[in-house]
Structures are given as C-alpha cells and as structure tokens.
C-alpha cells in the first residue's frame, strides 16, 4: 500500500511531455465552433494508451478496463478531445484526462489507514448502542415483572 501511495505522489508530477511519447496521438477533423476551420484543419485529438503499457500501475488495470474510455477489441484507453480550436489545446486537454483517469483508477483500488480519532469515535459509538439496548432491556423487564403482580 505504501508503495502504491508512492507512485501516486510520483505520478502527479509526471511532465506532460514524457506522457506524450508514452501515447499514440492521432488527429482528425472535427465538429462543432471554427466556422470554415473545422472543415480544414484537422483539430480533434485522439489519445490511445495500451492498458498493459509499462509505466501504468497493474493495480489500476482492473479500474481501467470497467471505465467508460476502455476499448476491449485493442485493450486499449482512448480519450479524444475535440473542445478547443487549436490542436495543442486538445492534445494537452486528452493527456490531462488521461492522467485524471489513470490517477483516479489508481487510487480507487487503494484503502485508506483508519485514524486513531475515527477507531475511538467507533468504539464510542459501539459503547453507546450498547447501553442504549441495555436501558431497553431493563425497561421491558420491569414492565413484564410489573404485569406479572397483576394476575395473581
């Protein structure tokens, strides 16, 4: 687990430009706002990372494969933007997502350390439900024995 968190900690600081040789990036045309733009320059950008590519951690694989990004016939994450107008912005917009996917489904897998405080809060929690069912008990008891005097 520790080591886990560590490559987390590693992981946020993780240059961008490492990241973009470390993906396949394609480009195409896309919709949306550029009036004439869209119909020439080819603007959407597509990111395709294999999911068993070295530098992802094995432990996030099984996050990965259930998001909605994964593509099972290549086993693959693709990620595509087409938001901005410029090319650079939505290459940098797809590794940005990329990396928010990757660092999310690494971390999901991970359990965090319960606080000493969070113990002794359930402890005390524990305690009180306990004399709570206790009080109850006692009450119903006695009004049972104080119906039992009734009847003789």
Same mark, same amino acid.
């Given at each position: 687990?520790?080591?886990?968190? @560590?490559? !987390?900690?590693?992981?946020?600081?993780? $240059?961008? &430009?490492?990241?973009? @040789?470390?993906?396949?990036?394609?480009?195409?045309?896309?919709?949306? $706002?550029?009036?004439?733009?869209?119909?020439?320059?080819?603007?959407?950008?597509?990111?395709?990372?294999?999911?068993?590519?070295?530098?992802? $951690?094995?432990?996030?694989?099984?996050?990965?494969?259930?998001?909605?990004?994964?593509?099972?016939?290549?086993?693959? !994450?693709?990620?595509? &933007?087409?938001?901005?107008?410029?090319?650079?912005?939505?290459?940098?917009?797809?590794?940005?997502?990329?990396?928010?996917? !990757?660092?999310?489904?690494?971390?999901?897998?991970?359990?965090? @350390?319960?606080?000493?405080?969070?113990?002794?809060?359930?402890?005390?929690?524990?305690?009180?439900?306990?004399?709570?069912?206790?009080?109850?008990?006692?009450?119903?008891?006695?009004?049972?024995?104080?119906?039992?005097?009734?009847? @003789?």
């Amino acid at each position: 687990m520790r080591q886990a968190r @560590e490559w !987390i900690s590693r992981f946020k600081d993780f $240059p961008v &430009s490492l990241t973009r @040789e470390l993906v396949k990036l394609s480009f195409s045309r896309s919709s949306g $706002p550029g009036g004439q733009n869209v119909n020439k320059v080819n603007t959407k950008a597509t990111a395709r990372c294999a999911v068993k590519s070295s530098w992802i $951690p094995l432990w996030a694989h099984t996050a990965l494969r259930a998001s909605r990004y994964y593509v099972k016939s290549t086993d693959t !994450i693709v990620i595509s &933007s087409m938001e901005h107008r410029s090319q650079a912005e939505n290459v940098e917009e797809c590794l940005t997502k990329l990396r928010g996917l !990757i660092q999310s489904c690494a971390s999901a897998s991970l359990k965090t @350390e319960t606080s000493q405080a969070q113990k002794e809060r359930v402890e005390m929690l524990k305690q009180a439900a306990g004399d709570r069912r206790r009080k109850e008990k006692n009450y119903r008891s006695a009004r049972k024995r104080s119906r039992k005097g009734d009847w @003789e």
